[in-house]
């Protein structure tokens, strides 16, 4: 009985060792840079961006079945990207989940600008914290792994 528990334990401790992902082997720089590009950080960054410039272009046509869809659409591109995190380096994730919530937070109040201008504020407001998030996550990646990631710049 007890060498069945032993080769148990040593079975799953084997397991657990495998399902470990390729972003927790070598250096920080080389776990962040692994779980970003095993990720698809850049790329799904960059489509948040592209959703808030088709959510502006849409709450500027004022047609509710636009506003609704890119609102939407905006918010499954941050549920899948949050789905990401953690990641190997605590800061990159604590800001790229606070920007995640910022987007999910743009959402909300995107969904209702039209009808209620005080939430248009309310979403430019939170647009702009997650991009000043993203900004900032990307300069600690940068600084850790030495390679600029995303040619984001804080926009007004």
């Known amino acids: 009985m007890h060498r069945g528990l032993v080769g148990l334990m040593a079975i799953s401790a084997a397991l657990l060792s495998a399902c470990s992902g390729a972003e927790n082997i070598g250096s920080p720089a080389q776990q962040l840079s692994t779980w970003v590009s095993s990720t698809a950080l850049v ?7 592209k959703d808030f410039k088709q959510v502006n272009a849409a709450l500027g046509s004022k047609k509710v079945n636009a506003v609704q869809t890119t609102c939407s659409v905006m918010a499954n591109d941050a549920d899948a990207a949050n789905s990401n995190l953690p990641g190997p380096n605590a800061g990159v994730a604590t800001l790229l989940s606070e920007a995640y919530s910022q987007v999910g937070l743009a959402a909300n109040a995107c969904f209702v600008a039209l009808s209620m201008p005080p939430q248009a504020a309310a979403w430019r407001s939170h647009q702009h914290q997650a991009r000043a998030l993203f900004v900032e996550a990307s300069a600690i990646i940068e600084s850790v792994t030495g390679h600029s990631i995303m040619p984001l710049r804080p926009k007004a």
């Open 43 to 49: 790329s799904s960054t960059a489509g948040i961006l």
